[in-house]
């Protein structure tokens, strides 16, 4: 079982040397090392109260433990107060030493990229189904419950059952305005939402090599949206770029071994991959945008941990430069961290937005929850980037959530319905 | 422990949004998640629970949200188990950490009908379908999973199993 020689994938290698190993076996159970531990003001309340039940009498590293008030924050309503208050007391009683206060606070899975907290090689674990983030970077990262994130805090450690692999290669050229969330509705339209589900997915190809960092981080946060445990992408020179200043530490590089078993392969062509949008009430609704134009829309959101990154804010700005958006649609922008709402600040995008007609809000993940800041009533229908569309996501149980990438959001709000970009420039 | 309750019956990818909405994200009282409990599916759940406290499901069930309010809400309703054809990661995950027993069953998935009675001895790997009078074998959970669940939970286990420096003395 032990056996140094058997071929591994990228996760087999990075469990195993966290738990003192040469070789994991897939289907194994092990208690392994955690680099990172994840937890904000939806799912550390629950997690705080069990740190108390344990007795723990310290996290097992003050700097491995990040504390993030972003889902219902700045505070919704008093409710939520309670609960942002509960993770300051918490942050301060155990001298965290990265807790992020509202002015400092982005969305998790885009802030911890950049502040260089996440890393190559590294096993992290978060209170929020969308960890898999990280892995764009080479880590194996996922999603946990709260009472898993209190036992990582107290202990450093975790269990997890070795996840086998599915391995998606894309090859071709992508079309104008296709980024990674056409890739990655275009994958879970073809897999299911269950696709994925236990698995690894590890995406790889001469087409990801030409993908920007930020569509790779897309592409790993909807792995969850397959059922995946993983999403990973090879550490290569993208990747090296995005780190050399941010990373805080070192890091060590893994690769899949060339003659590892894959549990299966998927060959995706991405010369035949239009823009698309899944339409309610699952993720793996994925149709060609250009067959929903009669889709009649109310509101358009632009941010989210998938797609609120400088290269989506890009990407709607070039769309929404000179225009008006539909005096029937909201469109709300958010910027998913501080750094990246000064960005867009300097490029010009805010006041592209806001002559348009948009809004641009402070980081929080509020609308794409159905929390605050652009909740749907009843009836209406939006078109987002976020990451999910199950029934009543966005808000009223009876509206409808449309998911895209940027381009068909920018387009939408500019047309009044579901658009492509040629549309309406 | 035997388990002998009425079945309550939903679909495929049941999600944590519509077994607790975000809506109500804003507190961690369970009793308060419970009033809410698979609002946006079903509402006649808060009735229906009261003598049926089984729930049966297809494919994928919990997917979605890391949220632990959703296996939560489901416990504090008085759900003393769920059968499905498969569930999601992390919400297996988190009803093990919290003992909630969660059993993944196709055969039983498929056969069993809403209202059904049901008999479930987990000791024995064993589902009774009393009204149609039928039996389904469980696989047996892993090993370390087993220690999970007979400690009451991943707190109380790891409370056990640490006697260590972590722990206030």
Known sequence: MNNKNNPQTIVQKIIASHCGRDYVEEGEIVNADVDIVLGNDITLPIAIKEFKKLGASSVFNKEKVVVVPDHFAPNKDIKSAQQCKMLREFAREFDIKNYFEVGKMGIEHALLPEMGLVLPGDLIVGADSHT????????????????????????????????????????????????????????????GVDGALYRSMEFTGPAVKKLSIDSRFTMSNMAIEAGGKFGIFEVDEVTGEYLRSRKKRDYRIFTSDSDVEYHEIYNIDCSDIDLQVATPHLPSNAKNADELSDVKIDQVVIGSCTNGRIGDLEIAAEILKGKEINKDIRAIIIPATQNIYLEAMRKGYLEIFIKSGCVVSTPTCGPCLGGHMGVLAEGEKAVSTTNRNFIGRMGHPKSEVYLSGPAVAAASAIAGRIAVPEEVI | MIIREKAIKYGN?????????????????????????????????????????????????????????????????????????????????????????????????????????????????????????????????????????????????????????????
């Open chain 2, 13 to 169: 990818n049941v999600n944590t949004d519509v077994i607790i909405p975000a809506r109500y994200l804003n507190t961690a009282d369970e009793k308060e998640l419970a009033l809410h409990c698979f609002e946006d599916l079903d509402k006649e759940f808060k009735q229906k629970v009261k003598n049926r406290k089984v729930i049966i499901a297809g494919s994928n069930f919990g997917c979605g949200s890391s949220r632990e309010h959703a296996p939560l809400s489901i416990k504090a309703s008085g759900v003393r188990a769920i059968i499905a054809a498969s569930f999601a990661r992390i919400f297996f995950r988190n009803s093990i950490n919290m003992g909630l027993p969660v059993i993944t069953s196709k055969q039983a998935s498929d056969f069993i009908q809403d209202g059904d009675e049901l008999e479930i001895d987990l000791e024995k790997g064993k589902i009774v379908d009393i009204t149609r009078d039928k039996t389904f074998n469980i696989n047996p959970f892993p090993e370390f999973i087993q220690k999970v669940i007979k400690s009451g939970g991943y707190i109380n286990f790891t409370r056990e199993n640490m006697k260590n420096r972590f722990l206030k003395k």
């Open chain 1, 132 to 191: 898999c983030t990280y892995g764009a970077l080479g880590a194996a990262s996922t999603g946990v419950g709260s009472t898993d994130v209190t036992v990582a805090m107290a202990t450093g450690k975790l269990w997890f059952l070795v996840p086998k692999t599915i391995k998606f290669i894309y090859s071709g050229s992508l079309k104008k305005w296709v980024t990674g969330k056409d890739l990655i509705l275009y994958t879970i339209g073809l897999i």
